[in-house]
Every structure is written in structure tokens, then in C-alpha cells.
């Protein structure tokens, strides 16, 4: 029985051991996928500086709208470029030799390339590698990027590039392409026109206002209740500049006895009884207010 026994035993375990075994081979491998799998993500955004915008110095302005109106074919210029803080100033422009018709412009690559190692000769070196505005005029049409427009934007671009279309009216718009890894276009910049102001100017126009314009001292009309004949006592209240306040002539708080003893002493009362310690300046400057007003 002993034997028997130990054969059935034996051959039970063997028999789970073995299953046990062949449900391990017969699991299914996890599939790995080919990279991490993220969340979905919102629509990505782009942070830019409410001061970013591009200004024309005032010959700049001139020259550009001075070639675009000169012809009535489409014309293109470059210009040089310093960027103060987060404004570009676009400081003046440089016009080369290119063609051009009703509705096409086309720099001469040559003409760009003899600019610059002229500006090089001239030991202008920072105003050559500050090339980095390109302007042209759409006469008789709306200001937009044509495809030719968008070519010549990403060929001209190195590390930044502003690029402004011009019509008629004066109508202008601005665009600013970003190089690097990650390239970019923010369309729409806001374009000022810097105007020089001439202090002289200033110190005439001031000498003029203090010469023709009289001030008047503004009034402020207190009640005073009823007088004799039934009609409300006025008094005529002026504005003081030196204790900023309104008051009766002759009744300023810093200049004149406003006060008569039996006021300082109610408002010594009035310390006493709060536990504070009167003072003649704080009385002057505060102590009556309420009688006026």
C-alpha cells in the first residue's frame, strides 16, 4: 500500500506540475508598441509679447512710399534693421537695381550681393549684415502674400526677416519670419512711424499757452443756511493751492488763524476722551473739515 501510495502521490503532483507548466508556454507575450504612447494634447499655442512691433524711422517711411508711389509697376527694396527690446526699427532703405512689372518684382541676386561688399568697403560692416528687410509695393491691389511673396520670404530668411507690402493709401502690412530648427511666420505686426519731435518746438508751443490761456480759479458754492430775508446765505468757496482744499478767502489751514480757541479746545476734548495725544499740525490739517463740506 506504501508503494501504491507513494506512486499516487508522485504521479498527482507530476500531473499538476506539468500543467502548470504547459499554461506558462502557452501565455501570450505582451505587444510592445513602437514608442511611448502620450495622452492627447491640446491644439498647440504660441506666446508672443503684446509690445512686439516693427517701426519706421521717418526717412525709412519717406523712401518706402516715396519709390512705391514713384512707379506703376511693382517695386521691392531693402532695409537695414536694429532691434531695440522687442521692437524691430526698420532705420532706412537701400534701393538695387531689379525688374519689375504690373505685377511682378524680381531683385538682381548680383546687384544684393555688390550692396553688401560695398557697405563692407565702406567699414559698414554692421549696417551690411543688418540688411534684413525686405520691402515691395502692390499698386492698384490689396496688401497680401502672394506665392511668389512666400518664396521669397523663406529665401531671404536667415536667422529673422522682416517683410512689409505696401499699396496705395498708405496701406501697409507686416510680416516677420523666423529661422532655425523650428521655422515660423507671425503675420500682421503692428507698424508705427517714428516722429521726431523738436523740443524748441515745444518750449514756443508752452511759451504760447502761458502767454494767451487765463486761469481760473474754480469755485465751489456752500449752503449756509437762511439769513434774515429767508433766502440761503452763499459762500464761495476757492480752490487753494497750498493746502489743496477748498475754503472761504482768507481761511487757509497752513496760512491763516482758521481756528478759534473754542475749536482747538473741543478737539483736545475729543483726544482726551479717545486717549490720543493732541497735535497743533494734525489739528490744522484735519481738525475742521466737516465745517465746510
Not at 507686416?174 to 507698424?191: E, L, Q
Amino acid at each position: 500500500m506504501s508503494t501504491k501510495t507513494g506512486k499516487a502521490g508522485l504521479g498527482g503532483k507530476g500531473n499538476r506540475r506539468s500543467r502548470h507548466g504547459e499554461r506558462s508556454q502557452s501565455k501570450a507575450a505582451p505587444i510592445w508598441p513602437h514608442g511611448v504612447r502620450l495622452l492627447p494634447m491640446k491644439e498647440t499655442c504660441c506666446y508672443l509679447p503684446q509690445e512686439l512691433s516693427v517701426t519706421l524711422s521717418r526717412e525709412a517711411f519717406e523712401q518706402l512710399f516715396a519709390y512705391a508711389y514713384s512707379t506703376a509697376s511693382e517695386i521691392c527694396c531693402l532695409g537695414t534693421v536694429k532691434q531695440e527690446g522687442e521692437c524691430f526699427r526698420v532705420e532706412r532703405f537701400c534701393l538695387v537695381p531689379q525688374s519689375g512689372s504690373l505685377g511682378h518684382t524680381e531683385l538682381d541676386q548680383e546687384a544684393v550681393a555688390a550692396l553688401v561688399e560695398e557697405l563692407l568697403a565702406q567699414d559698414k560692416g554692421e549696417e551690411a549684415h543688418s540688411l534684413k528687410c525686405w520691402a515691395h509695393s502692390h499698386p492698384g491691389m490689396d496688401v497680401f502674400w502672394s506665392e511668389t511673396d512666400e518664396a521669397t520670404c523663406k529665401r531671404l530668411v536667415t536667422d529673422y526677416l522682416l517683410s512689409l507690402v505696401v499699396s496705395d493709401g498708405f496701406a501697409i502690412r507686416c510680416r516677420i519670419d523666423v529661422g532655425g530648427a523650428v521655422p515660423f511666420t507671425i503675420d500682421h505686426v503692428p507698424v508705427v512711424v517714428e516722429m521726431p519731435v523738436q523740443t524748441d518746438s515745444l518750449d514756443k508751443y508752452a511759451a504760447e499757452v502761458e502767454e494767451k490761456v487765463r486761469h481760473r480759479v474754480p469755485l465751489l458754492s456752500v449752503g449756509m443756511g437762511k439769513g434774515a430775508g429767508h433766502q440761503e446765505e452763499v459762500e464761495v468757496c476757492e480752490y487753494c493751492e497750498t493746502c489743496s482744499s477748498f475754503h472761504v478767502q482768507g481761511q487757509c489751514l497752513l496760512t491763516d488763524d482758521a481756528f478759534s480757541q473754542e475749536a482747538w479746545d473741543e478737539y483736545v476734548r475729543q483726544c482726551r476722551a479717545e486717549g490720543l495725544e493732541p497735535e497743533r499740525e494734525e489739528f490744522e490739517m484735519y481738525g475742521d473739515l466737516d465745517v465746510w463740506f
